[in-house]
Structure formats: structure tokens, C-alpha cells
Antibody, heavy 115, light 111 residues
Framework: EEQLVESGGGLVQPGGSLRLSCVAS????????MHWVRQGPGKGPVWVSG????????KYADSVKGRFTISRDNAKNTLYLQMNSLRVEDTAVYYC????????WGQGTTVTVSS | DVVVTQSPLSLPVTLGQPASISCRSS???????????LNWFQQRPGQSPRRLIY???NRDSGAPDRFSGSGAGTDFTLKISRVEAEDVGVYYC?????????FGQGTKLES
């Protein structure tokens, strides 16, 4: 079964850090782009960041540029999102999504930024 | 950023009847390779989004054939030929031609 499983979410204070992980199983991972997409409470999805198959190109939404870092380990079929200087407005479910076309989504991991 | 605008935002439907959702972009979504990267997603309550249609009109495996996509340039449409109860949820279009990729506001399909 094709699966993307995210982990690492939780409750963090403003200014804090979290590292999200996404493990791919039963699915092609290393040759494709991967993304993080978030969805705030009651809102639509918002693209956050993307990374090319070999990690040579990374893209970020302006709202997270300089604070978030996307990376991947193809040997471990794992995607990461290092989130620093977290803000209340970063509160959302974070999804790991496969390929430029966003064909497979994980179940999401919840990040809550609150004091 | 490319703005993607959906209409309507809420769509009351009758089971067995057709439904249609519009998606418009602030600029043409035709990429330099000739493809148009406009996708449609369905999100049922409590679930992750699921892709139904990619590159305007290509239906994903597992997507029922009552779903179809059409359009070109800046105007796109998702059609459901006969709405079924399992189709209730929110539908999003998304452009993947320009960075940053952007989603429409969503259309809530309600029976």
C-alpha cells in the first residue's frame, strides 16, 4: 500500500522549534519532488515548501522563508521540515505530499503554536 | 503569486443530479512545456485531500468516472455527472505551473 506517514507535530510556544518527518512506504520516493502543505483550522490547503528529487532545489512560501528548512534522505525514504521561530499563525495540520502533481497525501501531523 | 478563484463557495446539490464548479486563475496556467498544471482535489470531512484530476482533464486511478475536468488558459471546470452521497465534501483546484503553487478557496458540496 502506498503510504506517507508524518510525525513530529505537537504543542510548542511561540518562538520555539519542531522537526517534522515523513516516511514513505510502498511508494516511489527518491526520483520525485516532495512537498509540505499545511491547512489551518477551518481553512483550505496552503503550499509551504517543496524539494527536488536529489535535494538540489528547494522552494518556500514567503511566509516561512528563512524560518523553515526542507530536506530529505532518499536512503531512508524520509522527508523533513525543520521549523524554527514558530508563530501562532503556523498552527495547522501539516501534510507530506508526493510529486509535482501532488498525487499522494499523508494523513497529516498537527502543529499547535500557543503560549 | 497566481490567484486562483473558485465559484461557488457553497454548492447545494441533489443526489443524482449534475454539479459544476468553476476555477479561474489570474494568469494563464500554460507552462513552457505546453502542459497546463491545474489539478482538482476532494477533501471529505475528517480526511486528507485526495487528487481527482491532474493537468486539467486527466482522471486519477480510483477517481469515479462521473468526475471530469475541462478548460484551458485561465478558466477551468470540474463536473460531476450525477452526484452521489459520498461526494459530499470540499473541492479545491490548485495551480502547479508557477511557484508558489496556489489553491482556490474551496467549494463545499452539500446535499
Amino acid at each position: 500500500e502506498e503510504q506517507l506517514v508524518e510525525s513530529g507535530g505537537g504543542l510548542v510556544q511561540p518562538g520555539g522549534s519542531l522537526r517534522l518527518s515523513c516516511v514513505a512506504s510502498g511508494i516511489t520516493f527518491s526520483p520525485v519532488w516532495m512537498h509540505w502543505v499545511r491547512q489551518g483550522p477551518g481553512k483550505g490547503p496552503v503550499w509551504v515548501s517543496g524539494i527536488k528529487s536529489d535535494g538540489s532545489i528547494t522552494k518556500y512560501a514567503d511566509s516561512v522563508k528563512g524560518r523553515f528548512t526542507i530536506s530529505r534522505d532518499n536512503a531512508k525514504n524520509t522527508l523533513y521540515l525543520q521549523m524554527n521561530s514558530l508563530r501562532v499563525e503556523d498552527t495547522a495540520v501539516y501534510y507530506c505530499v508526493r510529486t509535482i502533481g501532488m498525487d499522494v497525501w499523508g494523513q497529516g501531523t498537527t502543529v499547535t503554536v500557543s503560549s | 503569486d497566481v490567484v486562483v478563484t473558485q465559484s461557488p463557495l457553497s454548492l447545494p446539490v441533489t443526489l443524482g443530479q449534475p454539479a459544476s464548479i468553476s476555477c479561474r486563475s489570474s494568469q494563464s496556467l500554460v507552462y513552457s512545456d505546453g502542459n497546463t498544471y491545474l489539478n482538482w482535489f476532494q477533501q471529505r470531512p475528517g480526511q486528507s485531500p485526495r487528487r481527482l484530476i491532474y493537468k486539467v482533464s486527466n482522471r486519477d486511478s480510483g477517481a469515479p468516472d462521473r468526475f471530469s475536468g475541462s478548460g484551458a488558459g485561465t478558466d477551468f471546470t470540474l463536473k460531476i455527472s450525477r452526484v452521489e452521497a459520498e461526494d459530499v465534501g470540499v473541492y479545491y483546484c490548485m495551480q502547479g505551473t508557477y511557484w508558489p503553487f496556489t489553491f482556490g478557496q474551496g467549494t463545499k458540496l452539500e446535499s
